[in-house]
């Protein structure tokens, strides 16, 4: 497959519940992506939001990169 129609970039959204992270872990195997979770961008270890400045730059950062696969709920 020519680097013109590999996959690069991926987003997995959808309810809570619903197999987002199941589907996109299977994706980052079988393509060799780097997974984020949106939970881990969000969210500090133990629940407490990132700041939102924080998170913005963070987000910004991750999806000006060339390849990856994000998953999230809503």
Do not use: C
Request: hydrophobic share 35%; no cysteine; aromatic share 8%.
């Amino acid at each position: 497959m020519s680097d013109v129609h590999k996959m690069k970039r991926v987003a997995v959204f959808g309810n809570l519940g619903g197999g987002n992270s199941t589907l996109a872990r299977q994706l980052a195997s079988i393509s060799r992506l780097p997974l984020h979770s949106f939970d881990t961008i969000k969210y500090k270890p133990g629940g407490g939001e990132v700041p939102h400045n924080e998170y913005l730059q963070i987000h910004s950062e991750l999806l000006g990169g060339n390849e990856w696969i994000i998953d999230g709920f809503g």
